[in-house]
């Protein structure tokens, strides 16, 4: 399958500690993409990676990627009640002009 | 949920009945996408489109119907051929580039949950 398979399935932590949720895959990729959705909505950008890169920071969110293990982490430090929701990676697969989403990670930040 | 609009935001139907489902955009995207998406699961795709009058199936096509008369317009028609409709739908939008590789990042709408009985 060329679906992102996402590590853990869900996260509880309390507020102010750090979240780490994991993406990997099995086939090549232009980019790679992180996404938020909030319980009964859309989903929400988070940020873009492309395959030559191996880092990137937006405000305390970081992603990074190793395209050798085919694997991408999203780290959100200093998490706050407000980042509880479900956490999607998306996988530009090389060729396909489409996204393929991995089955996310459900984030509760426990107050 | 950016210049995307979906309606309705709940639609209840009997079996046997076609239901279309509306996604307009504002933000002059080329491209928009159809996705399903069932409890506790990611998200699955149905139809895509990236110009005027032309789409594609997506993974799980059976049963869905699409058109793309307008940039702005691409309605789903789930069908009585579709054996389990009943899901959270959600239309997204990006840039396209003619002759280019990448996807960009899509922009959602705040997506419509069909119960069929």
């Known amino acids: 399958s060329q679906q992102g398979e996402e590590d853990p399935q869900a996260l509880s932590i309390q507020e102010g500690e750090n979240a780490t949720m994991n993406c990997s895959y099995k086939?090549?990729?232009?980019?790679l993409q992180w996404y938020r959705q909030n319980s009964g909505r859309g989903l929400v950008h988070l940020i873009l990676?492309?395959?030559?890169?191996r880092e990137k920071h937006s405000g305390r969110l970081r992603v990074t990627l190793d395209t050798s293990k085919k694997s991408s982490s999203l780290l959100i430090t200093a998490s706050r009640a407000a980042d509880t929701a479900s956490y999607f990676c998306?996988?530009?697969?090389?060729?396909?002009?489409?996204?393929?989403f991995g089955q996310g990670t459900r984030l509760t930040i426990n107050p | 949920d950016g210049g995307i609009t979906q309606s309705p935001k709940y639609l209840f139907r009997k079996e046997g009945q076609n239901v279309t489902l509306s996604c307009e955009q504002n933000?002059?995207?080329?491209?928009m996408y159809w996705y399903r998406q069932d409890p506790g699961q990611g998200l699955r795709l149905i139809y895509y489109?990236?110009?005027?009058?032309?789409?594609q199936k997506g993974d799980i096509a059976e049963g869905y119907s699409v058109s793309r008369e307008k940039k702005e317009s691409f309605p789903l028609t789930v069908t009585s051929a579709q054996k389990n409709p009943t899901a959270f739908y959600l239309c997204?939008?990006?840039?396209?580039?003619?002759?280019?590789?990448?996807?960009?990042?899509?922009?959602f709408g705040p997506g419509t949950r069909l119960t069929v009985t």
């Open positions: 990676i492309r395959s030559n890169e």
């Open positions: 997204a939008s990006s840039i396209f580039r003619f002759g280019g590789a990448t996807t960009y990042e899509q922009y």
């Open positions: 933000l002059n995207h080329d491209a």
């Open positions: 489109s990236q110009i005027v009058n032309d789409f």
């Open positions: 998306a996988i530009d697969v090389l060729g396909a002009q489409k996204l393929v």
């Open positions: 086939t090549s990729i232009n980019n």
